[in-house]
């Protein structure tokens, strides 16, 4: 068996960084005092392969380097918006390390909201509210645009009516009743992005978007709309945020739902009419989609070509 070299292989991809940098910043306007609690991944991408090739160290940045940079330009920029730090990261290292060939950072947001006695908003207290928790990714090849996503995961929806699944594909197997009346309740990953990243309000257009799916999901406040599946509420919700942000190019919603049963109580004497259920939390259904403009795909198609081969492509590096 001949053995195989280098020559005769192809790095498809080789980037390393720092995860789950936690921090608080915090700011102060007078006496009221305002934090972001986050958790920041970044990843780096050289314009050589040459630490894993060669083990050649020459060109790399250290790890806990890049974890100090981004505690500092969380000192200097302070936290305007995830995006807006995201974004901050990305351009230090493109601009700082001529070695660096894509940048790309996560920050996620710990859900704090300021709390209030009595209708009042507290100077300096704070609630830990797990009703959604707000998350962004930026990221950039050199000479190439800076793209940016956000999103909202771990958000958990339930309605307690106005749902139902019926009309499905029936076979041997096939043990599931149709039901017309059912507990609708998921928990929802929202991602989406902005194409070419632009002088957007940020903190804006994300409340507006978790507005958008906390709407398509439940309808209206008096009466609320029936989903005829999961599927169909999915959809919802990417046609409502398609429809009233434009911002918005493409957007993928995955919903992981949870399923309640009935309780049968006729062996203790009572009739349970859908008052008393229990969660089966596994084996849960999932579904996803991902929706997005033609405009947006017509146009940024030649440029995600070459957005692909620069994250994967790096023969030309080996050859160098």
């Known amino acids: 068996?001949?053995?195989?070299?280098?020559?005769?292989?192809?790095?498809?991809?080789?980037?390393?960084?720092?995860?789950?940098?936690?921090?608080?910043?915090?700011?102060k306007e007078g006496k009221k005092q305002f934090v972001k609690e986050v958790e920041v991944c970044?990843?780096?991408?050289?314009?050589?392969p040459q630490e894993y090739l060669e083990g050649n160290n020459s060109l790399v940045i250290p790890t806990d380097t890049i974890k100090n940079i981004v505690l500092v330009l969380a000192k200097k920029n302070g936290i305007s918006s995830l995006e807006q730090f995201a974004i901050d990261i990305c351009n230090h290292f493109m601009t700082t390390f001529c070695q660096v060939a894509y940048v790309k950072a996560y920050v996620q947001e710990v859900p704090w909201q300021r709390l209030h006695e009595d209708g009042v908003p507290h100077i300096h207290s704070f609630i830990c509210v797990p009703d959604g928790i707000r998350f962004c990714e930026a990221e950039q090849c050199r000479n190439g645009?800076?793209?940016?996503?956000?999103?909202?995961?771990?958000?958990?929806?339930?309605?307690?009516?106005?749902?139902?699944?019926?009309?499905?594909?029936?076979?041997?197997?096939?043990?599931?009743?149709?039901?017309?009346?059912?507990?609708?309740?998921?928990?929802?990953?929202?991602?989406?992005?902005?194409?070419?990243?632009?002088?957007?309000?940020?903190?804006?257009i994300w409340k507006k978007i978790r507005e958008c799916i906390l709407e398509a999901f439940a309808g209206p406040p008096d009466c609320g709309e029936y989903s005829p599946s999961y599927q169909k509420t999915v959809n919802c919700i990417q046609m409502l945020v398609l429809s009233r942000v434009p911002q918005?190019?493409?957007?993928?919603?995955?919903?992981?739902?949870?399923?309640?049963?009935?309780?049968?109580?006729?062996?203790?004497?009572?009739?349970?009419?859908?008052?008393?259920l229990v969660p089966v939390e596994t084996p849960y259904g999932s579904c996803t989609c991902t929706l997005g403009r033609k405009t947006f795909f017509e146009a940024q198609s030649q440029m995600l070509r070459d957005e692909r081969r620069c994250q994967f492509g790096l023969a030309a590096a080996q050859g160098n």
């Open 248 to 276: 918005v190019q493409v957007i993928e919603v995955v919903l992981n739902n949870t399923f309640y049963n009935v309780v049968d109580m006729k062996n203790l004497g009572l009739t349970n009419d859908k008052e008393v």
């Open 1 to 27: 068996m001949s053995q195989v070299t280098i020559k005769d292989l192809e790095v498809l991809n080789c980037e390393y960084g720092k995860n789950t940098i936690k921090f608080l910043r915090l700011h």
């Open 145 to 204: 645009p800076l793209i940016v996503f956000a999103g909202i995961k771990d958000l958990k929806l339930m309605k307690t009516t106005q749902s139902g699944f019926e009309g499905f594909y029936k076979n041997e197997h096939t043990t599931l009743p149709e039901r017309h009346d059912r507990i609708l309740c998921g928990e929802f990953f929202c991602k989406w992005s902005y194409g070419e990243c632009k002088d957007f309000d940020f903190n804006c």
């Open 42 to 48: 970044a990843h780096l991408r050289l314009t050589s």
